[in-house]
C-alpha cells in the first residue's frame, strides 16, 4: 500500500512540476528580451525536415487501408461508395492527421530535446548557465516550446491532405467516380473540423514540448539516465496526448451533435 501512494505522490509530484514548467515557458515566452530567434529557427526546420515524410507516409497508409479500402469494400456492398468522403472528414481530419502527427512529432522532435537536454543536465551545462545568469528556460526551452506548436499545426495540414489522397486513392482502385466523394467529403466538413484538428495539433506540440523538455531537464543518472528519460518522456507525452484528444472530442462532440452524422 505505501509503494502504491508512493508512486501516485509521484505522479502528482511530476505533473505538478510539469505545470509549473508550462507556466515559466509562456511568462518567459512573453516577456521580453527575446533571445531565442535563431535558435527557433532552427529547431523549427530540424523537426519539419525529418518529420514530414514520414508523416506523409504513414498517414497516407494508415487512411488507405481501414478508412479507405476496407471502408469502401463495405460501402460497395451498400451501393453507397460516394459516402466515402464523408467518412473520411471523422477518419482523416479527425482523428488519424492528428494523432500520426503527434506520434512522429514526439518520436522525432521529442526524443532529440530530451536527449540534448539530458545531455546538457548530466554535463552541469544547465548549471553553469545559470551561475552566468542566463535562463535555461527561456533559451532553451521556450524556442523548442514554440517550434513544435508551430511545426505541429503545419504538419497537420500535411496529415490532412495526404489523409484525403488515400481516400481519394481508394475510390479510384474501386473504378468510382471522385464526385460522389468530394459531394459528401464538402457536405460534412466543417470550418470547425479543420480550425479543431490544427489548434489540437498545437496543443499536441506544446504538451510534447514541456514533457520532453521536463524530462531532460530533470534526468540523471549518467547516460543510462538520459536513456530512460527519453524512453519516459515519450511514453508519457503520448499518453498525455490521448487523454487530452480523449478530453477535446468528447467537449466537441457534446456540444455539436451535428458533427456526430455523416450526410
Known amino acids: 500500500?505505501?509503494?502504491?501512494?508512493?508512486?501516485?505522490?509521484?505522479?502528482?509530484?511530476?505533473?505538478?512540476?510539469?505545470?509549473?514548467?508550462?507556466?515559466?515557458?509562456?511568462?518567459?515566452?512573453?516577456?521580453?528580451?527575446?533571445?531565442?530567434?535563431?535558435?527557433?529557427?532552427?529547431q523549427f526546420l530540424f523537426v519539419l525536415k525529418l518529420s514530414w515524410f514520414p508523416l506523409s507516409v504513414s498517414t497516407f497508409a494508415l487512411n488507405l487501408g481501414a478508412p479507405g479500402l476496407q471502408?469502401?469494400?463495405i460501402?460497395?456492398?451498400?451501393?453507397?461508395?460516394?459516402?466515402?468522403?464523408?467518412?473520411?472528414?471523422?477518419?482523416?481530419?479527425?482523428?488519424?492527421?492528428?494523432?500520426?502527427?503527434?506520434?512522429?512529432?514526439?518520436?522525432?522532435?521529442?526524443?532529440?530535446?530530451?536527449?540534448?537536454?539530458?545531455?546538457?543536465?548530466?554535463?552541469?551545462?544547465?548549471?553553469?548557465?545559470?551561475?552566468?545568469?542566463?535562463?535555461?528556460?527561456?533559451?532553451l526551452v521556450v524556442p523548442r516550446f514554440l517550434a513544435l506548436i508551430l511545426v505541429t499545426g503545419l504538419l497537420d495540414i500535411f496529415a490532412i491532405v495526404f489523409g484525403l489522397s488515400a481516400g481519394i486513392a481508394a475510390e479510384l482502385l474501386y473504378n468510382q467516380s471522385l464526385g460522389g466523394f468530394f459531394a459528401t467529403l464538402f457536405t460534412n466538413a466543417t470550418t470547425l473540423d479543420i480550425l479543431a484538428s490544427t489548434l489540437m495539433c498545437t496543443a499536441f506540440g506544446a504538451i510534447i514540448a514541456i514533457v520532453c523538455s521536463y524530462k531532460g531537464m530533470s534526468a540523471s543518472g549518467g547516460a543510462a539516465g538520459v536513456g530512460r528519460a527519453v524512453n519516459q518522456a515519450v511514453v508519457i507525452a503520448m499518453t498525455a496526448v490521448f487523454f487530452f484528444q480523449l478530453v477535446v472530442t468528447s467537449i466537441i462532440f457534446a456540444t455539436n451533435p451535428e458533427l456526430q452524422q455523416i450526410r
Open 75 to 139: 460501402l460497395s456492398l451498400f451501393g453507397a461508395l460516394d459516402r466515402l468522403g464523408g467518412f473520411f472528414i471523422v477518419t482523416a481530419v479527425r482523428w488519424i492527421g492528428p494523432l500520426v502527427t503527434a506520434v512522429v512529432v514526439a518520436g522525432v522532435a521529442g526524443t532529440a530535446i530530451t536527449a540534448d537536454l539530458g545531455a546538457r543536465k548530466i554535463r552541469e551545462e544547465l548549471d553553469a548557465l545559470q551561475v552566468l545568469g542566463v535562463d535555461p528556460v527561456k533559451n
Open 1 to 42: 500500500m505505501s509503494q502504491r501512494l508512493g508512486a501516485v505522490g509521484d505522479l502528482f509530484t511530476e505533473v505538478g512540476n510539469m505545470t509549473i514548467l508550462t507556466v515559466r515557458t509562456i511568462a518567459s515566452a512573453v516577456r521580453p528580451p527575446y533571445p531565442y530567434g535563431d535558435e527557433l529557427v532552427w
Open 71 to 73: 471502408a469502401a469494400g
